[in-house]
């Protein structure tokens, strides 16, 4: 809602946690989030990892930083005290 209200449209991969506490029976992989991550973050102009805890060792945050670097699209990882929305590039 933070980066909302600055005018930063959002996507998130954490979608699939949404599914399965919805009782859904959804795979945790990477193997098999990685399309759908591939997917997202190809129509991204930038990447902004939100530090949640235990992200540095998430094989998922890894795979879509790896993503991220594959398709050129810069990242950086999110910090509210520093954030500028002005500095997020847009692509039309």
Known sequence: AFLMRLGVFTVSPVYKHILVQ????????????????????????????????????????EGEVNMADELKIPRSVFNKHEFDPKLMHHRI
């Open 22 to 61: 919805a009782g859904l029976e959804v795979p945790g992989t990477w193997q098999f989030w990685q399309d759908y991550c591939r997917a997202l973050l190809s129509r991204c102009s930038s990447m902004l990892i939100i530090p949640a805890p235990g992200w540095q060792k998430s094989v998922g945050v």
